[in-house]
Every structure is written in C-alpha cells, then in structure tokens.
C-alpha cells in the first residue's frame, strides 16, 4: 500500500513540476527531458538484473516493455502539450480519470478482473464527472 501512496505523491508532483517545465519551454524538449531523466533510475535498477536467459525466458513480457515503452513517449509528448495549452484542471481529470474509466473496463474484457457492484458505481460517478468537464471545457470556449 506504501507504494500506491508513494506513487501519488511522485506522479502528483511530476504533474505539477511537468507542467510548469511546458508552460516555461519548448513541450517536445520538456518532453525529451522527462524522458530522458525517467529512464535512468530504472535502469539502473534493471541492470543488474539483466543476463541472456532473463530476456530469453521473458521476451514477450520485454517486447510488451519495448511497446510500453513507445506509448510512454507519446503520452508525454501529448500530456505536455495538453498542460502547456489547457488548465491543469481540465487536462488532468480528463485524461487520468478517462483513463481509469478505461482501463477498469478494459481489464475486465482482456485480464478477466471482477468488477464489484461498488467499483461499477464508482465508475458510473467517474464517467458522468469526465463528461460534465468535457462539457464544461467545450461551453466555455
């Protein structure tokens, strides 16, 4: 659980720090740089780990990393960009809460993961919250 907390604080704070950085420079160079910086502890941590047989013995869960990997730097281009264009308020409830929405439901068709009647009402507040802010943003252009 300490990881799930940690984890909100690191990427509240990259969302924050993100879009003073695309607000103050150039998105795609924000963009290099984030990624750039995010790639070296991991690293670090994964060379040790790393020999012939691990990536022999896991090649479709590295390829799946490599693709992951890929769709991590598009995501930053376009979040950055958002952020750098929009108000944090907008952009952030939209794409992470569109994304929770999302990848609930994708889980359910594709890992086979139980939904619970409170989880769907949940759901059911997030979608209705997504569309009265893109609503919202759409109205008050």
Known sequence: MIYIFLG???YTSLLLIG????RMANTNLVSAIVSLFSAIIPTLVAIPLLNKA??????I???????????????TLVLNKSLAVNKVGIVIPIIFGG????STILSYF??????SLMHGIGLG?????????TYVKFVEK
């Open 110 to 115: 594709i890992f086979k993961e139980k939904v």
């Open 54 to 59: 691990t990536i022999e013995n896991q090649r």
């Open 8 to 10: 909100l604080v690191f």
């Open 125 to 133: 507040f997030l979608g209705i919250g997504i569309l009265i802010i």
């Open 19 to 22: 879009t003073f950085a695309s």
């Open 61 to 75: 869960g590295v390829m799946a990393a490599i693709i992951a990997g890929l769709i991590v730097g598009l995501f």
């Open 99 to 102: 994304s929770i929405f999302l």
